[in-house]
C-alpha cells in the first residue's frame, strides 16, 4: 500500500476519533474518496472504527489510528534514484532507517500475532552510549564489532536448528543533552 500524501493526511488527522463525513468537508475532498482510503488504511491496520454517531437518522462510523505513534516504513515512501551501492553502505543514515524501520514492522506484525495466540515475543535489546576521538574510530569500532558478532553468530547457532533471531546493530550521533543545548 502506498502512503499517498492524502492518506498522510487522514494518519494525521485522525489522532482523534473522526468520520469520513467531517473528513471530507474538512478536506472539501469527495466523501467516496475519503471513504475509500479509509478502507485501504483500516485494512493496513493503520487505523481502526472505534465507534459510531448518530447523524441525521443513521450511524456514521469513526475512525482512529490504531497506534499513537507511527514508524512508517522508508519503502512505503519509496527509495527511487537510490544506488544499490548506497542502498548496501554501512555507513549511510538512509541505510540505518530503512533497517530500524524493518525492525520496527517485522517486530510490530509478531508482536500482534503473539497477542492473538495469547503467548509472549521473547525479544532482546541491548544499548549503550560510546564516544569516538576520531571518525577513523567509527569505522574501527564497527570493523571490531562485526568480527565479535560474527564470533557469536558462529559460537550461538549459525546455521543450527532452531529459532532464528534477526540481530541489528547501528549507531548514530547522541542527541545533544537537554542540559548542553542550553548552555550559551
Known amino acids: 500500500m502506498a502512503l499517498t500524501p492524502l492518506r498522510r493526511t487522514l494518519l494525521e488527522l485522525l489522532r482523534e476519533p473522526n468520520s469520513a463525513s467531517r473528513l471530507a468537508r474538512s478536506l472539501d475532498v469527495p466523501r467516496q474518496r475519503i471513504g475509500y482510503h479509509l478502507k ?4 493496513a491496520g493503520l487505523i481502526q472504527a472505534v465507534g459510531e454517531v448518530q447523524r ?12 499513537s505513534a507511527l514508524v512508517i516504513d522508508p519503502q512505503i515512501l519509496g527509495s527511487a534514484g537510490r544506488s544499490e551501492i548506497e542502498k ?9 532507517i530503512e533497517a530500524a524501520a524493518r525492525m520496527v514492522r517485522d517486530v510490530s506484525r509478531m508482536e500482534s500475532a503473539a497477542a492473538e495466540e495469547g503467548s509472549r515475543l521473547l525479544t532482546f535489546t541491548i544499548e549503550t552510549e560510546i564516544a569516538f576521538a576520531r571518525p577513523a574510530d567509527i569505522e574501527r569500532y564497527a570493523a571490531d564489532l562485526a ?16 529459532k532464528r533471531y534477526s540481530v541489528v546493530v547501528g549507531g548514530h550521533p547522541a542527541p545533544a543533552a537537554a542540559e548542553e543545548k542550553n548552555v550559551n
Open 40 to 43: 485501504c488504511l483500516q485494512e
Open 56 to 67: 441525521r437518522g443513521f450511524a456514521e462510523k469513526l475512525y482512529s489510528t490504531a497506534s
Open 88 to 96: 548496501q553502505d554501512r555507513y549511510a543514515s538512509g541505510h540505518l
Open 147 to 162: 568480527d565479535a558478532l560474527h564470533a557469536l553468530a558462529s559460537k550461538y547457532g549459525r546455521g543450527k536448528a532452531g
